[in-house]
């Protein structure tokens, strides 16, 4: 069921998001990111894990590096300058 209309019915699908650096410089765009899409809502987003990831990913890579657009995949094959994210208290 769809958390943002209590009704709706979920597909995974990939889609397509735009993410601002940690920096705050820019924002990219990452497509193919696994996500939920609602038939009723058509609201399309990413379950908690898959966030995680992708901000983790961008605090811990030289964002310099990074081109306008990538896909998931390939953000996460990027190498890290640090092993994990120090910040992250959770």
Known sequence: ???WCETGKLSSITGT???ELPDGTRAVEITETPSSY???CH???????IVKE????????DTKQLEKQT???ELLKMKRMLKRNYFDFS
């Open 1 to 3: 069921m769809c958390p």
């Open 17 to 19: 998001v735009y993410w």
């Open 38 to 40: 609602c038939e009723n």
């Open 43 to 49: 609201a399309l987003f990413q379950d908690d894990q």
């Open 54 to 61: 992708i901000e983790d990913q961008l605090f811990l890579i």
């Open 71 to 73: 896909t998931y995949e």
